[in-house]
């Protein structure tokens, strides 16, 4: 396997970085490449962390494309059919949390408003 055409590839070594765009994973990890556009750092995503950060060093491989060293990772085969089919599903599930989120922080911000509106009735209407 060639590590400059594999689609995917595992970490030999934890990489944990405090810099935005690096991404952070654990030795034994997989890593979808995502792209290759410099020599040593390549974007990638691994645990559902996708970003414009996060690399892999050539040897090493996750919610956002990220780089990370191509030093810390080692190809690994093309996928099969079906972990194809359940790498989208997973990514399904992730989208659709996605959404059940934006809902949940739709309805506290709307309990907010009415709690916000109730308190200032009460003190409009309390005599002085």
């Known amino acids: 396997m060639d590590i400059n055409t594999a689609t995917r590839v595992r970490a ?6 405090n810099e ?3 991404l952070n994973f654990e030795r034994g990890d997989m890593i979808k490449v995502l ?6 750092w390549w ?9 414009v950060s996060g690399c ?3 040897r090493v491989f996750f919610a956002y494309r990220q780089i990370f060293p191509v030093t810390y990772v080692e190809p690994l085969p093309e ?3 079906a972990e194809l089919q359940r790498e989208a599903q997973e990514e399904a ?6 959404g059940m989120s934006r809902s949940i922080i739709s309805g506290l911000a709307l309990i907010d408003r009415l709690g916000r509106s109730a308190i200032a009735d009460a003190q ?5």
């Open 12 to 17: 030999l070594y934890t990489f944990s970085s």
């Open 20 to 22: 935005v765009g690096e």
């Open 35 to 40: 792209d290759r556009g410099f020599q040593e």
């Open 43 to 51: 974007r990638g995503a691994c645990n559902g962390k996708i970003g």
């Open 56 to 58: 892999i060093p050539n």
């Open 79 to 81: 996928p099969t059919t």
């Open 93 to 98: 599930q992730v989208f659709a949390s996605l």
């Open 124 to 128: 409009r209407d309390r005599p002085s």
